[in-house]
Nanobody
Framework: QVQLVESGGGLVQPGGSLKLSCAASGFTFSFSTYAMRWYRQAPGKERELVAGSVGAITNYADSVKGRFTISRDNAKNTVYLQMNSLKAEDTAVYYC?????????WGQGTQVTVSS
């Protein structure tokens, strides 16, 4: 059974940093063959793509470029999201997503709250 378990969320002051982790297990195929993405959903808003990692290629939402970095450790079946210079508008539940062709999996989410 596939599981994606996010961790690392919490309360941080504006300008602070957090590093999210998403540990994957139960994949049929090698972790390295999955596109891994981070999404977020703020209260009252739609879920949005934050960052993605497909092979050696990464992409970011314009709102987080230069502040967030996605990385992956294929040996540990884990993807990370380093978040720096956090703003109040980054407050949301952050979800990990894994996709391979037409099959996609979601984690349960981790809350990130940016507030003084």
């Amino acid at each position: 059974q596939v599981q994606l378990v996010e961790s690392g969320g919490g309360l941080v002051q504006p300008g602070g940093s957090l590093k999210l982790s998403c540990a994957a297990s139960g994949f049929t195929f090698s972790f390295s063959t999955y596109a891994m993405r981070w999404y977020r959903q703020a209260p009252g808003k739609e879920r949005e793509l934050v960052a993605g990692s497909v092979g050696a290629i990464t992409n970011y939402a314009d709102s987080v470029k230069g502040r967030f970095t996605i990385s992956r450790d294929n040996a540990k079946n884990t993807v990370y999201l380093q978040m720096n210079s956090l703003k109040a508008e980054d407050t949301a539940v952050y979800y990990c997503n894994a996709r391979r062709y037409y099959i996609a999996y979601w984690g349960q989410g981790t809350q990130v709250t940016v507030s003084s």
